[in-house]
């Protein structure tokens, strides 16, 4: 109904020649507003389960009744694709932007001046986590992952990301984080702001180049970019086995796979202690 509410309202106004909608839940518009001659993809960055799409013949219904209406589909990878969909289907996995303002180099300087805003000592070990606030992130294993650790050393934990508008739980989160952490000063809980988007790109740049070891143990994810922009910059990852961040990391070879707090702690201690040699 919403989608019809804007659509009606014009809210959207626009004359295209091509149209890319991402992710399901702006995937209805096409009903709504494509013209003729208009050519609309709709880019699918998740995995949506095909098997719970084909066992629900509502569900499947609701979706196919939108999709169809599409001239192709564009999948982040192989397993996304939903090979009973009518239309063609084609793979184009994301990319980063190694000039942008998230991906350049940066000088020590800027390094030290964000940490310095955020009070994160530049001589003690980091665990970051980048990413959203939501239930799939993982965060509580990046947590308990860090307590491990921190039985056998020093070392501080960051976890920095916001909150999407499009995901209603994320204050939830956010506040269960900072009520698990507020007792830990070695544990930094940053939402940072999206008011100026290049200075907060910055910003993310320069906490993960500072992590010693940087962590996405997520129970579902999509392509993971950010993992990406963690190996862009050569920092060592430990992520979940799921969505397509195999795609991405090799076991043992380009990173680790997230097992248990204990296992992937001691995976932990030992990139610490090689960072040290």
Same mark, same amino acid.
């Given at each position: 109904?919403?989608?019809?509410? $804007?659509?009606?309202?014009? %809210?959207?106004?626009?004359?295209?020649?091509? @149209?890319?909608?991402?992710?399901?839940?702006?995937?209805?518009?096409?009903?709504?507003?494509?013209?003729?001659?208009?050519?609309?993809?709709?880019? $699918?960055?998740?995995?949506?389960?095909?098997?719970?799409?084909?066992?629900?013949?509502? %569900?499947?219904? *609701?979706?196919?009744?939108?999709?169809?209406?599409? /001239?192709? +589909?564009?999948?982040?990878?192989?397993?996304?694709?939903?090979?009973?969909?009518?239309?063609?289907? *084609?793979?184009?996995?994301? *990319?980063?932007?190694?000039?942008?303002?998230?991906?350049?180099?940066?000088?020590?300087?800027?390094?030290?001046?964000?940490?310095?805003?955020?009070?994160?000592?530049?001589?003690?070990?980091?665990?970051?986590?980048? &990413?959203?606030?939501?239930?799939?992130?993982?965060?509580?294993?990046?947590?308990?992952?860090?307590?491990? @650790?921190?039985?056998?050393?020093?070392?501080?934990?960051?976890?920095? &990301?916001?909150?999407?508008?499009? /995901?209603?739980?994320?204050? &939830?989160?956010?506040?269960?984080?900072?009520?698990?952490?507020?007792?830990?000063?070695?544990?930094?809980?940053?939402?940072?702001?999206?008011?100026?988007?290049?200075?907060?790109?910055?910003?993310? #740049?320069? %906490?993960?180049?500072? +992590?010693?070891?940087?962590?996405?143990?997520?129970?579902?994810?999509?392509? &993971?970019?950010?993992?990406?922009? +963690?190996?862009?910059?050569?920092?060592?990852?430990?992520?979940? #086995?799921?969505?397509?961040?195999?795609?991405?990391?090799?076991?043992?070879?380009?990173?680790? *796979?997230?097992?248990?707090?204990?296992?992937?702690?001691?995976?932990? %201690?030992?990139?610490?202690?090689?960072?040290?040699?």
């Amino acid at each position: 109904r919403n989608l019809e509410d $804007c659509a009606n309202a014009n %809210l959207i106004d626009y004359n295209p020649d091509v @149209v890319l909608v991402h992710d399901p839940q702006p995937m209805g518009l096409i009903n709504y507003l494509k013209k003729p001659k208009e050519i609309w993809f709709w880019r $699918c960055h998740i995995d949506i389960e095909e098997t719970p799409l084909s066992v629900s013949p509502d %569900l499947w219904d *609701f979706i196919t009744n939108w999709i169809e209406h599409y /001239d192709s +589909a564009i999948f982040s990878a192989a397993h996304y694709i939903v090979s009973l969909w009518p239309i063609p289907e *084609f793979i184009i996995p994301p *990319f980063i932007d190694p000039l942008s303002e998230k991906n350049r180099e940066l000088s020590q300087e800027e390094i030290d001046r964000v940490l310095a805003k955020y009070h994160i000592d530049p001589h003690v070990p980091i665990i970051t986590q980048i &990413g959203r606030f939501d239930p799939w992130k993982g965060i509580d294993r990046t947590i308990a992952t860090y307590r491990q @650790v921190r039985r056998k050393g020093k070392c501080q934990l960051v976890l920095a &990301g916001g909150l999407a508008t499009d /995901d209603p739980e994320g204050e &939830g989160i956010l506040a269960k984080v900072y009520e698990e952490t507020k007792n830990d000063v070695d544990i930094h809980v940053l939402n940072l702001s999206m008011a100026n988007r290049l200075e907060n790109w910055m910003e993310v #740049n320069a %906490l993960q180049r500072a +992590a010693s070891v940087i962590m996405q143990p997520s129970t579902k994810e999509g392509f &993971g970019l950010v993992i990406t922009e +963690a190996l862009w910059k050569r920092k060592p990852v430990i992520a979940a #086995n799921v969505g397509a961040i195999p795609l991405q990391i090799k076991d043992g070879e380009t990173g680790y *796979f997230y097992q248990t707090p204990y296992l992937t702690a001691q995976k932990v %201690l030992g990139l610490l202690e090689n960072a040290e040699a």
